[in-house]
């Protein structure tokens, strides 16, 4: 798998990324969503119960997982001794417990299913949705469909307690982490009229609405600029845990839940800074105390289940997997692998990151910073540009990272400006300067890291995908410290980029969209290798490779990779063995090359 001279093998890493996601808690069992490698990367429903030995509910030859709003959440749910589940081909199923699932609706036209939850009477309640309209449907074990919300505008996470169905809406014109009103609608009568808005509005982000035990509703809104939870008591708001930090993610996906209710009246939930992720409980006195502080990432899944706390988490030494604790232990209880191959131990030991930080025109940027254990002298750097933008940087085990850093790089990660954990200004600083203000924040990191003898100069690079790749193609279009930049998946020109998003993301590309304009081969300044795949829905291959043989006609060291079939994420083991044999050998290329 290693050795001293060669480094992690591309292929060994490539097989490493399991996946886990959309955890829940059911009647004493932990379920969530996993892929990996070994089963071609099908995304099955996984169930665990008390005695931690994890088996797959559904067979290998369904793969899981709805494209509602083009990214999909919530594609399954435990309903009375059955899983309902959206299949790859959009169908909405329907798997008795140790039967074979059974086609309940078929995918009809354009129309996508997601968001599942929990209904009364066998029922799931799903978000169905199309270019036009959004509608929250009941939908029976029969295949009875009632539509019991319709709206020109997109809806979410619909909720019943009592009659009661709460549910999000936010424009088409707008992302649900910029503006998002939470709606109530009373359905006794089978026929709702429009929902009542209880929070939310044009300045105001509102999401993950659940309904407690003690009958109230909750959810998470910025109103304060942080995301923070807040509880609904006769038409009155309060706060649960008021502070100046996220303690929710910026709503890519359906099915988020970050936070969870314990059986003693305390609320357990998830706090961000833009790398770590504490786990915390407020008791019904307002008391507080930490959960788990062995983990430093966690995802926006809390699972709470008969006096146990589960999640999707991590360290700096493991990467994700599922862990748990009891939620009566001691404070600062550390929490547990949920199943032996959670707590396997590394091939190697990798040395713990470092935050640092690195002056900008208007403050200071802050990176996770990752060196090669015992480097005194500089290294070569490696910046990561990270997707979304609206994404953060997790303190956790990351093998790709890994790799690079088992080769001699340091690795700094940057929490550029527009990244997610930070607050609503902080996120909404990038738009209009999508190009810029992410580009000099990366720079400045790098030229910090040369200054501070930790980077070798003239062996500086910066990598990034999807919109990180467009981060990396700016950088290297301008006059900077990189020797070179990879962009893989990457937006190359954002203004025809907008036109071809699905409808859910355009509002961001326009909203981001700044001077910085299109990539164009004439403007980049030092070698790149762009990376794509042929079957991405997200970002064009045909852009990304028109690039490529514009840069290659120039002349230089520029170079490409094409994957056959892969997607935007790059899946496939092979895509992902590929795809980091061509970034480790294009960097080896130009630290080989004669310096001037």
């Not at 190009?435 to 003898?453: I, M």
Request: contains cysteine.
């Amino acid at each position: 798998m290693r050795s001293q001279d060669t480094g992690l093998s591309p292929a060994w890493v490539a097989r490493k990324v399991v996946a886990y996601d959309e955890l829940q808690a059911v009647a004493g069992s932990l379920w969530w969503l996993q892929s990996d490698p070994d089963h071609g990367g099908v995304r099955r429903v996984m169930c665990s119960e008390r005695s931690g030995i994890a088996f797959a509910v559904t067979p290998s030859d369904f793969s899981v997982g709805s494209e509602l709003h083009a990214y999909g959440g919530g594609s399954f749910a435990v309903v009375e001794d059955a899983v309902w589940f959206v299949g790859d081909d959009g169908s909405l199923f329907r798997q008795p417990l140790g039967c074979t699932p059974d086609r309940i609706v078929p995918v009809c036209g354009s129309e996508q299913y997601g968001d599942l939850a929990p209904g009364p009477d066998g029922r799931v309640f799903a978000v169905r949705g199309d270019s036009a309209a959004d509608e929250i449907v009941a939908v029976s074990p029969a295949g009875s469909v009632q539509a019991l919300v319709r709206s020109s505008e997109f809806l979410s996470c619909p909720r019943l307690a009592e009659g009661t169905l709460a549910y999000l809406e936010w424009k088409r014109d707008q992302m649900p982490w910029d503006s998002c009103r939470l709606l109530l609608a009373d359905i006794r009568s089978g026929l709702p009229g429009p929902g009542r808005v209880v929070a939310g509005g044009r300045s105001e982000s509102v999401g993950q609405p659940s309904w407690g035990p003690d009958g109230l509703l909750y959810f998470m809104s910025d109103r304060t600029g942080w995301w923070n939870l807040y509880r609904l008591r006769d038409d009155t708001v309060t706060t649960i845990l008021p502070t100046d930090a996220d303690c929710a993610p910026a709503p890519w996906e359906a099915g988020y839940q970050s936070y969870g209710f314990a059986a003693d009246g305390a609320l357990v939930l998830t706090v961000l800074d833009g790398f770590s992720t504490k786990l915390m409980a407020v008791d019904p006195a307002g008391i507080r105390r930490r959960l788990g502080p062995n983990l430093t990432s966690v995802k926006p899944y809390i699972a709470v289940d008969d006096g146990r706390l589960a999640v999707i988490g991590s360290t700096p030494s493991s990467a994700p997997g599922l862990w748990s604790l009891d939620l009566t232990a001691q404070a600062d209880a550390l929490a547990v692998p949920v199943s032996p191959e959670s707590a396997s131990a590394p091939p190697w030991t990798p040395t713990p990151p470092s935050i640092d930080t690195a002056q900008v025109t208007d403050g200071h940027v802050r990176f996770l910073l990752h060196r090669p254990a015992g480097a005194a002298a500089p290294v070569p750097l490696l910046v990561r540009a990270h997707p979304g933008p609206t994404d953060d940087v997790p303190l956790r085990l990351d093998w790709t990272t890994q790799f690079f850093v088992s080769h001699g790089f340091a690795v700094a990660e940057v929490l550029y400006r527009g990244s997610t954990g930070r607050g609503r200004a902080f996120r909404q600083v990038l738009h209009g300067h999508w190009g810029e203000y992410d580009v000099e924040d990366c720079a400045a990191v790098a030229e910090h890291l040369r200054s501070t003898d930790v980077a070798l100069p003239g062996a500086m690079f910066i990598t990034g995908a999807s919109a990180g790749g467009y981060t990396a193609l700016q950088a290297a279009s301008r006059p900077g410290p990189f020797a070179g930049a990879t962009a893989t998946s990457a937006i190359i020109d954002p203004a025809r980029w907008e036109l071809s998003v699905p409808d859910f993301q355009r509002p961001h590309a326009a909203v981001l969209r700044g001077t910085a304009c299109a990539v164009t081969p004439e403007r980049i300044r030092c070698p790149v290798l762009v990376i794509h795949s042929t079957a991405d829905t997200i970002t064009s291959a045909k852009e990304a490779m028109q690039l490529a043989q514009d840069l290659a006609a120039l002349g230089g060291d520029h170079d490409s990779l094409l994957l056959d079939d892969g997607d935007h994420y790059l899946s496939a083991p092979a895509a992902r063995e590929q795809a980091l044999r061509a970034e480790l050998d294009f960097y080896r290329r130009l630290m080989s090359r004669p310096r001037a």
